[in-house]
């Protein structure tokens, strides 16, 4: 069984964020869609703390 961990802060009664805890592609896979469709990508934001963070499309720079 795979598990995403993730936890949810409150302030306010309308404001909120969430932390989920991404350890690996299929759980990316899971969570990414469900973020894009229900969620504000303007808002959205990736930390890593390995040298490699995922990437959503091929870019070239």
Known sequence: MNSIEYTEFKWGENDFFIKVKVENMDQFN???P???ANGSMNNFAC???EE???RTGERKF
Do not use: Q
Request: proline residues 0%; charged residues 10%.
């Open 30 to 32: 899971v969570i990414f």
């Open 34 to 36: 469900y973020a894009y």
């Open 47 to 49: 930390v890593s703390l």
């Open 52 to 54: 490699d963070v995922f």
